[in-house]
């Protein structure tokens, strides 16, 4: 392909539609025409990155391989495509100004005014073509966050409004996607809130070409040539998106059957045939109809908002994917099982899963939670603060040091048997500080771990300050806990498990961000063998 080809995903009417999902599904389908695609997301706030953000605000934090605390969307563009993202994937307003503020200090610009138009706008569209050139990828997608009409968007708009014109038609393409709502009184779908987001894009000068309508109800013709008269979007480029029954998943095919894949590459010129899409309709078929089911508690203190463990839910659906095994997901908030015990949110679950997370609040719970699973021998994953759950769990009551704690919980503990790394004790920042990223992890052979991974060296992402603390390691082991991975130099403790328990294991990296649907973690799909065997 001479050129690399542009498509930019705006959203209107509401946020949480699901552009990233629809730009994901969209990469799939491409990908299978046998296309190198990649994927981006410009987030209009002001923070510099998301990973000093409440996950009640923001969800989770997705880590890269190279260590950029991005955006949850990212972890949609890595399960649903090859996409080789950096940090240079995520931009959001708070990079694009530390940079221009940065260039103006040093006189960059010689002493000319500052603005929007040209400066932060060049500083968007120099983002695109680092991506472009860095990924060098036939189709690059770059999803706006926000709304259209949100007054911190404005820039990212007009930047790619500037963008397209630069790499003309034939190479660029926007996709719009929007709410169809419907009123139950009046017993219709609605297109007027769709035509007015789309007449404050044409304001801004970017003519959609295509539409993305979120619906509950399927769209009949009338609203479909409504939307393509009023919106001036060709009747055939009016796509269906309704919500799925089983899986987001399922998208992609919805996507498929809508002849999205044909109507983008009969734009920009694209040539590749329709890819094979058997694998994926394999994979649906489990989840539709599993031949087993089992019981999973994920034991966390942000349960209240679902995307707060997003890459954690969709790895243990992956993992059942590929089990042929329905995955019921039960959410409980720690703070419950420390006023009224683990056993009335624990007994008869198949598995225990605890989390990573940050502060106090709730701690005592995940630990009555790892306790719960010790002793009932109920199949145990524990991730980043899970495995520090684990081991302050295994040391007050295995070993006897009844204040065994963490310092991030307690500066004071006599037994820290978990601790600050050294390179951390005089950082201030909250920002980007942290260890994170991709580092190599050495297993132990015979273990558990070992087995499941099936090779010696493994290369996890890590997001935290506190270390198991060496002092207590010889104690440990010798009381029945494995140190079954480490990193090359044998410093670090990076996974757990017990002996004479059939699945408790925890790893100190964050494995939820490398599982796909259709390779599921090898660390999930052993905790959910082991809890199939346990129910």
């Given at each position: 392909m001479p050129h690399p080809k542009y498509i930019f995903i705006t959203g209107g009417v509401v946020s949480?539609?699901?552009?990233?999902?629809?730009?994901?599904?969209?990469?799939?389908?491409?990908?299978?025409?046998?296309?190198?695609?990649?994927?981006?997301?410009?987030?209009?706030?002001?923070?510099?990155?998301?990973?000093?953000?409440?996950p009640f605000q923001h969800g989770e934090v997705y880590v890269l391989d190279d260590g950029a605390?991005?955006?949850?969307?990212?972890?949609?563009?890595?399960?649903?495509?090859?996409?080789?993202?950096?940090?240079?994937?995520?931009?959001?307003?708070?990079?694009?100004?530390?940079?221009?503020?940065?260039?103006?200090?040093?006189?960059?610009y010689l002493g000319k005014t500052v603005q929007v138009i040209p400066h932060v706008t060049d500083e968007i569209k120099k983002r695109i073509r680092e991506v472009a050139a860095e990924s060098k990828c036939d189709v690059i997608m770059t999803?706006?966050?926000?709304?259209?009409?949100?007054?911190?968007?404005?820039?990212?708009?007009?930047?790619?409004?500037?963008?397209?014109?630069?790499?003309?038609p034939e190479n660029a393409l926007f996709m719009h996607v929007t709410l169809i709502p419907y009123i139950k009184a009046a017993g219709e779908l609605k297109s007027k809130p769709t035509q007015q987001s789309v007449a404050k894009l044409r304001e801004?000068?970017?003519?959609?070409?295509?539409?993305?309508?979120?619906?509950?109800?399927?769209?009949?013709r009338d609203t479909r040539q409504k939307l393509s008269m009023f919106c001036n979007v060709q009747i055939d480029a009016v796509i269906e998106e309704m919500d799925v029954n089983h899986s987001i998943y399922?998208?992609?095919?919805?996507?498929?059957?809508?002849?999205?894949?044909?109507?983008?590459?009969k734009h920009l010129r694209i040539e590749n045939p329709k890819g094979d899409m058997s694998?994926?309709?394999?994979?649906?078929?489990?989840?539709?109809?599993?031949?087993?089911?089992?019981?999973?508690?994920?034991?966390?203190?942000?349960?209240?908002?679902?995307?707060?463990?997003?890459?954690?839910y969709e790895s243990l659906v992956h993992a059942g994917g590929?089990?042929?095994?329905?995955?019921?997901?039960?959410?409980?908030?720690?703070e419950d099982i420390e006023s009224e015990g683990a056993a009335k949110f624990l007994e008869g679950m198949d598995g225990i899963l605890v989390p990573g997370g940050f502060g106090s609040r709730g701690t005592e719970g995940k630990i009555m939670a790892a306790q719960f699973a010790r002793e009932h021998k109920i199949p145990y994953l524990g991730l980043c603060l899970g495995m520090q759950i684990g081991v302050i769990e295994f040391c007050r009551n295995v070993l006897g040091l009844r204040d065994a704690h963490s310092t991030e919980f307690n500066e004071k503990s006599p037994h820290p048997v978990i601790a600050l790394m050294n390179e951390q004790h005089d950082v201030v920042d909250?920002?980007?500080?942290?260890?994170?990223?991709?580092?190599?992890?050495?297993?132990?052979?015979?273990?558990?771990?070992?087995?499941?991974?099936?090779?010696?060296?493994?290369?996890e992402r890590h997001r935290h300050r506190y270390e198991v603390n060496n002092a207590y390691r010889a104690r440990m082991e010798e009381n029945g806990l494995t140190i079954a991975g480490t990193s090359p130099d044998g410093k670090l403790v990076e996974v757990i498990e017990l002996k004479d328990h059939p699945w408790f294991v925890a790893c100190q990296y964050h494995p939820e961000f490398k599982s796909k649907p259709n390779a599921a973690h090898p660390l999930f799909m052993g905790f959910v063998k082991a809890a199939l065997a346990q129910h």
């Open positions: 949480s539609l699901g552009k990233g999902l629809t730009a994901a599904s969209l990469g799939t389908l491409l990908e299978k025409r046998g296309l190198k695609v990649t994927l981006q997301k410009f987030d209009p706030y002001l923070n510099v990155d998301p990973g000093t953000m409440s605390e991005t955006d949850l969307d990212l972890g949609h563009y890595e399960r649903f495509t090859s996409a080789p993202l950096s940090k240079r994937n995520n931009l959001t307003t708070g990079q694009v100004y530390e940079t221009v503020l940065m260039k103006e200090r040093r006189g960059d999803e706006i966050g926000g709304t259209t009409g949100d007054i911190e968007g404005l820039p990212f708009l007009e930047a790619i409004r500037q963008f397209a014109l630069e790499v003309g801004i000068g970017i003519q959609p070409h295509i539409l993305i309508c979120r619906t509950e109800y399927p769209l009949d399922e998208v992609p095919l919805m996507l498929e059957r809508e002849k999205l894949d044909d109507l983008v590459c694998d994926w309709q394999s994979f649906i078929a489990n989840l539709i109809a599993p031949k087993h089911r089992i019981n999973l508690a994920v034991v966390g203190k942000y349960i209240e908002h679902q995307d707060a463990y997003k890459s954690i590929a089990l042929a095994t329905g995955v019921e997901i039960t959410k409980i908030d720690s909250k920002g980007g500080t942290m260890r994170l990223g991709s580092s190599p992890c050495h297993l132990v052979e015979g273990t558990k771990v070992r087995e499941a991974y099936g090779q010696p060296v493994i290369d």
